[in-house]
Every structure is written in structure tokens, then in C-alpha cells.
T-cell receptor, first 115, second 112 residues
């Protein structure tokens, strides 16, 4: 079975500062990894995904993440935070098999951006 | 193109009642998954359907059931509602491979 741990339920940064949201995964087989963003009272929007191609993945809104197998990590970064980045972020893992890509999510990290 | 749509947006039910939630996938997507998101937690997988067949089931009681129709839309049914069923119910659609899932806005269910 796979699992995801997001380190830090709340992260606070200043506008223009680096954003770093941490995600570690556990999977017995090569995983697919995802970051989703959720704005208040909305569904989930896919930011980026890792599907065994390049280990550095670029997504929307200037976000990127690096897959590090040796560290079982998939941390999300953005060089310069914007006020509009304030939201909740979820890391998720999936493996194709009998469940055809069931997503297992972490607990989420709420990002606050201060002016 | 329209994204994943869900109805209703919100609903309030009483303990013991039954509820049906609806989802329409993105055009061309044949797989639909349902997730439950309790306040303050990440979404939890409930069901996945592909071509009208159940492909996966999460750790939820038999009070939860679902089905997929020939047009690939889906319904999630919950019987004998409990207070703990209060949550945001998310539907996601994907192509047959199911790798990349696109989520709808969710249905907020409140059980009183």
C-alpha cells in the first residue's frame, strides 16, 4: 500500500519569498506523484505530476517539484510567492494496478502569504 | 470544454436519511472516481468506475454505493446517513489509463 506524509500542516511566507512545501511518499512500486491545490470551497486543481519521465517537473503558476527516489520525496517549490498562492496544497501518490490509479492523498498544507 | 460537473452544490440531510450525489465527467473520459474530504483532512478514495464497472473500492461501509451510466456519468448513494458522513464529496474523471484525474467542485453534504 502507498502513503503520503506532508510535513507541516501550515506554512507561512512573505510575498516574494521562496515557497517550499514538503512531501514524502511510501510505495512498494514506482509511483506516480501529484500536487493539487484547493482554494476555499472549491475542488482540487492539478498543479503538476511526475510519471517517471524527468525528475524535475514544472507545473502551472510557476510551481515545480523534484522527484528524489533516494529520499522518497517530492517537494513543491516556487521561487517567489504571490498573494494568490494562498490556498491548501495536497500531495498525492498513485500506482497503476487493479485500482487503475486510485489517488492516496496527504493531509494537506495550508499556505499563507503575507504582504 | 466543460470540466467535471457535480450536483447538487450543497445539501442538508438528517441522520438516517439517504442521499444521491451526481457527477458528469469531462467529455471523452470513461473513468469516474469518488472521494470524501472531511474538514481538515485530505480526500479519501471511495470508488472508481471504468466503463460502468467498479474497478476499485476504498475502506468505506456498505452504506456507500455507486454506479456509472452508459454516458459515463455517475451517482454516489449513501444510505442511513450518520453525522460523520458530513463532508465534501469530490468526483474526478480521467481517461481509461486513470493516471491524471480532474476534479469537480464537489458537493458539500451536511448531516444534522
Amino acid at each position: 500500500a502507498q502513503s503520503v506524509t506532508q510535513l507541516g500542516s501550515h506554512v507561512s511566507v512573505s510575498e516574494g519569498a521562496l515557497v517550499l512545501l514538503r512531501c514524502n511518499y511510501s510505495s512498494s512500486v514506482p509511483p506516480y506523484l501529484f500536487w493539487y491545490v484547493q482554494y476555499p470551497n472549491q475542488g482540487l486543481q492539478l498543479l503538476l505530476k511526475y510519471t517517471s519521465a524527468a525528475t524535475l517537473v514544472k507545473g502551472i503558476n510557476g510551481f515545480e517539484a523534484e522527484f528524489k527516489k533516494s529520499e522518497t520525496s517530492f517537494h513543491l517549490t516556487k521561487p517567489s510567492a504571490h498573494m494568490s498562492d494562498a490556498a491548501e496544497y495536497f500531495c498525492a501518490v498513485s500506482v497503476l494496478g487493479t485500482s487503475y490509479g486510485k489517488l492516496t492523498f496527504g493531509q494537506g498544507t495550508i499556505l499563507t502569504v503575507h504582504p | 470544454d466543460a470540466g467535471v460537473t457535480q450536483s447538487p452544490t450543497h445539501l442538508i440531510k438528517t441522520r438516517g436519511q439517504q442521499v444521491t450525489l451526481r457527477c458528469s465527467p469531462i467529455s471523452g473520459h470513461k473513468s469516474v472516481s469518488w472521494y470524501q474530504q472531511v474538514l481538515g483532512q485530505g480526500p479519501q478514495f471511495i470508488f472508481q468506475y471504468y466503463e460502468k464497472e467498479e474497478r476499485g473500492r476504498g475502506n468505506f461501509p456498505d452504506r456507500f454505493s455507486a454506479r456509472q451510466f452508459p454516458n459515463y456519468s455517475s451517482e454516489l448513494n449513501v444510505n442511513a446517513l450518520l453525522l460523520g458522513d458530513s463532508a465534501l464529496y469530490l468526483c474526478a474523471s480521467s481517461t481509461g489509463g486513470g493516471i491524471e484525474q480532474y476534479f469537480g467542485p464537489g458537493t458539500r453534504l451536511t448531516v444534522t
